[in-house]
C-alpha cells in the first residue's frame, strides 16, 4: 500500500512559537531513559552512583548527544556549507543530527563524569547503553514525521511519497493530492528508512540490550552489544537509505554503493567485536543496593 506522506512536523503552534515534532520526540527519548535508568540506580546496577548523581549524568549525556551531533552532522556531512556560513552551525533549528557526532559527544559526556565520580568509563558505558535504543528510535520517528531522512525507491508496494523529496520541488499540495488519487505517484514511492531504523535501532536494540543487560555482565559485553548492534543496523539500512547529495558522487564516497554512514560505522563494528572480546577477560560489576536512608530523629 503506497502512502502519501501527509503529516505535519509542528505538533502545536502558539502565536510565532511553534513545537516541532522532532523536538518532542527528543524530550521522550531522554525521558524514557531517564525513567528506565532510574529503576536500575534503585537496583544498584551502579554501585555508589545516586538518583541526583545519575541525574547529573543524563544532563550531561543530553548535552553532549545535542552539541556532539550538531557539530559531528557540520564537519561530517556540511562542512563545505560551514566555509561558507559558519553561523549556520547555531542554526539547529535547520535540522541537521548526527548519530555519529552525538555519541561522541555522549562518550565525552561519560568519560567526565566517570572520572569526576571515580567510576570505570566501561561501567558507565555498560550502563548507559541498553537506555539509549528508545531516544534512537523516537528520533527516527521524529525524522519520519518530518519528512525528511528518506529512503530510495521501491516498487515493493509499501512505499511512502515524500512531498519534501527533490522530484517535488515545484508541486503543489494540491497537485499532490490529485495525481496520488489518481495513481500516478506509484513510481516515486520511497522505502520509508526512517521506520526501517526506528524499527532496528530503537525497538530490536532495546529489546536485545535490555535483555542482555538484565544480569550482570562483564565488563565492556553491554558496550560491545550496543556497538556492534547498531554499526550492523546502520550498515544495512545505508543501502535503501538516500545518501547525503553533498558528498562525493551522488552521495557515494566509493565503488557507487559506499555512503559516509557506512564507513562511520564500520569502526563501530571492529570496536563493538574488540570489546565483547574483551569482556571475556574482564571483572563483572555486581549490584549493591544504595545504603537505605537513616530514619528521622526526635
Known sequence: MIILH????????????????YGI???????????LGRQRIRAGRLPGVGEQAY????????LGVVLGGRIGYVLFYGFADLMRDPLMLLRIWEGGMSFHGGLLGVVAAMWWWSRSHRTHFFDTADFIAPLV????????????IGGEL?????????????????????????QLQTQFAAGALERYARHPSQLYQAALEGLAMFALLWWFSRKPRPRYAVSGLFA????????????????????????????????????LSVPLIVLGLFWLWLSTRSPTLQPQLPAAAEPAKG
Not at 515493493?156 to 499540495?173: D, I, Q, T, Y
Request: net charge negative.
Open 133 to 144: 535504543p528508545p531516544g534512537l528510535g523516537f528520533g527516527r520517528l521524529g525524522n519520519y
Open 25 to 35: 520526540m527528543y524530550l521522550l527519548g531522554f525521558v524514557t531513559a531517564w525513567w
Open 6 to 21: 501527509q503529516i505535519d512536523p509542528i505538533a502545536i503552534s502558539l502565536g510565532p512559537l511553534q513545537v516541532h515534532w
Open 228 to 263: 556492534l548492534l547498531y554499526g550492523g543496523f546502520r550498515f544495512l539500512v545505508e543501502f535503501v537509505r538516500m545518501p547525503d547529495q553533498q558528498l562525493g558522487d551522488h552521495g557515494y564516497l566509493a565503488f557507487g554503493w559506499l555512503t559516509m554512514g557506512q564507513v
Open 150 to 174: 528518506w529512503g530510495k525507491f521501491t516498487d515493493g508496494g509499501w512505499g511512502v511519497v515524500f512531498p519534501r523529496a527533490p522530484e517535488f520541488a515545484n508541486w503543489s499540495a494540491q
Open 55 to 62: 541525574g547529573d549524568l543524563l544532563f550531561y549525556a543530553m
